[in-house]
Structures are given as C-alpha cells and as structure tokens.
C-alpha cells in the first residue's frame, strides 16, 4: 500500500514514446511535502491539484529525484466498500471500516461513477493479465489490442452477472 495525500501541485515535465505508446511525465507535489514523478497516457495532468491520491515511490534516483505511481484510493484498502482489487480476501464483499457506509453513499446513484466503474476493472484486470508475458510480444499495438480485446469479453461478462 502506498501513501495517502493530496495533489499540492502537479506540472507537465515532458514526454517519451515507449512500449506502450507515448507517456507523459508529470511531477507532482503532495501536501505532505513528498515530491515524485509519475508517468501518464494522457497530457493534460491526470490528476489535479486538491485530488486525493495514492502513490508510491518506485525507484529513487540522486540525480533525479523520486518517481513512482500514483492513483486514486484503493477503498478496499482504506476502509471503503468498492469492489476489490483482483484476489483479495473479501471476495467482492465491502470491507469493514468506518469509511465503508460514506463511500458506499458517495458511490450510490453517481451515474458518472457507474459508467467507469466496470470498463475501467475489466481494462485494469486485462492489463494485469497481459503485462506479466509481455516480453512475447514483438508488436505493441498487438499486444494494447489483446488488452482491449480481453477487457471487452471481461466487460461483457461483468454486466451479465449483475
């Protein structure tokens, strides 16, 4: 698990064409004083000042600092009562904590949540399939349509067991 603070500040730093396409370099300041950048797939800051975030410092370098992750809360971790993350213990049961019946009631009936909930699990869980055989794959754009492709049939499957 990695640190919860919010997005102090955040600034564009650059971008690099990598395996998975070009990625966009950010560097953000916390409230609690950390410092790290973090890498995304779109340019216009992932994450905006005053968003609370998770992150976590990946790798540590003298000369340019720290870089890592970062990303909204995990509830399942924190005491919410979202869906779980792939293999925890709950097995799709909210978790028991004191923020459970707040984020339960900060998800109810938000639609805009309802509509990213499910296509955003099933890309996450495609990708986390994918990743740990990556080095098979020659052709990246292969490799992001398989992600896709697995991420429909997963989708396709979540709604039809709702």
């Known amino acids: 698990m990695g640190n919860i603070s919010k997005v102090k500040s955040v600034q564009a730093s650059g971008h690099f064409d990598g395996k998975f396409g070009r990625m966009f370099k950010f560097d953000y300041v916390m409230e609690d004083g950390k410092s790290i950048q973090a890498n995304h797939k779109t340019d216009d800051g992932f994450f905006k000042t005053g968003t609370e975030v998770e992150y976590s410092v990946t790798r540590s370098h003298e000369q340019y600092g720290d870089s890592g992750k970062v990303s909204l809360p995990n509830p399942e971790y924190n005491g919410g009562g979202g869906a779980p993350s792939a293999g925890a213990p709950s097995a799709g049961a909210p978790s028991a904590g004191a923020n459970s019946d707040k984020f339960k009631k900060d998800v109810e009936g938000s639609k805009a949540i309802e509509?990213?909930?499910?296509?955003?699990?099933?890309?996450?869980?495609?990708?986390?399939?994918?990743?740990?055989?990556?080095?098979?794959?020659?052709?990246?754009?292969?490799?992001?349509?398989?992600?896709?492709?697995?991420?429909?049939?997963?989708?396709t499957f979540l709604k039809s067991n709702q």
Do not use: N, R
């Open 115 to 155: 509509a990213i909930k499910l296509p955003s699990y099933a890309l996450s869980y495609a990708k986390d399939l994918i990743v740990p055989i990556s080095g098979q794959y020659t052709d990246g754009a292969k490799m992001a349509g398989d992600v896709i492709e697995i991420a429909k049939e997963f989708l």
